[in-house]
């Protein structure tokens, strides 16, 4: 018989267990993972282009391949203050969220950090497109940094390769 295993939801002092073994989003620099309290909710996108091409006495025209248009992801992220270290962690969140849609000024501007994706069978490099956030009213709010103990963090996300490293249909059947 397998063995089932278990999860718990909490740890002792009552925080949140962290799901960074199961779903991981961080900046290719190494510099921060955002932490999932909870599972967030993800849909995938991906399409082919076709333009027409009439051809004199046929009914429809033939469709013809263009290319393929970028693979993409919505994540919803749900985060809650639940003990005092979340409060901070949640200032964290939204500073790098935030920053994922700035350009670098260093010492040269540069666009923004690319982020690793994986969850499941899922292992892409991506860039953020876009990103709301939801300050929930429903809630209590933390005096010391004046935001709601929970909030839903919206992104969107297009997946990016490298020039030698773009797959294809072989590729993604087989798991590459």
Same mark, same amino acid.
């Given at each position: 018989? @397998?063995?089932?295993?278990?999860?718990?939801? =909490?740890?002792?002092?009552?925080?949140?267990?962290?799901?960074?073994?199961?779903?991981?989003?961080?900046?290719?620099?190494? %510099?921060?993972?955002?932490?999932?309290?909870?599972?967030?909710?993800?849909?995938? $996108?991906?399409? @082919?282009?076709?333009?027409?091409?009439?051809?004199?006495?046929?009914? %429809?025209?033939?469709?013809?391949?263009?290319?393929?248009?970028?693979?993409?992801?919505?994540?919803?992220?749900?985060?809650?203050?639940?003990? $005092?270290?979340? %409060?901070?962690?949640?200032?964290?969140?939204?500073? $790098?969220?935030?920053?994922?849609?700035?350009?670098?000024?260093?010492?040269?501007?540069?666009? &923004?950090?690319?982020?690793?994706?994986?969850?499941?069978?899922?292992?892409?490099?991506?860039?953020?497109?876009?990103?709301?956030?939801?300050?929930? =009213?429903?809630?209590?709010?933390?005096?010391?940094?004046?935001? &709601?103990?929970?909030? =839903?963090?919206? =992104?969107?996300?297009?997946?990016?390769? @490298?020039?030698?490293?773009?797959?294809?249909? %072989?590729?993604?059947?087989?798991?590459?």
């Amino acid at each position: 018989m @397998a063995t089932k295993t278990t999860y718990k939801a =909490t740890n002792a002092d009552g925080s949140l267990v962290l799901l960074n073994k199961l779903i991981v989003l961080k900046r290719n620099t190494g %510099s921060y993972s955002i932490p999932f309290q909870v599972l967030p909710t993800v849909s995938e $996108n991906k399409g @082919a282009n076709y333009t027409d091409q009439t051809v004199l006495g046929r009914a %429809s025209p033939i469709k013809v391949y263009t290319g393929s248009a970028p693979r993409s992801f919505e994540i919803s992220i749900d985060y809650y203050i639940i003990t $005092n270290k979340d %409060s901070g962690n949640m200032v964290k969140l939204l500073r $790098n969220i935030s920053a994922s849609v700035y350009p670098k000024y260093d010492k040269k501007y540069g666009p &923004p950090d690319t982020w690793h994706f994986t969850m499941g069978i899922i292992d892409v490099d991506m860039i953020c497109k876009t990103y709301s956030v939801t300050y929930n =009213t429903d809630c209590w709010w933390d005096a010391d940094v004046m935001l &709601p103990s929970h909030i =839903t963090i919206g =992104t969107s996300w297009e997946v990016v390769y @490298a020039q030698n490293d773009l797959p294809g249909q %072989s590729d993604i059947i087989s798991g590459k």
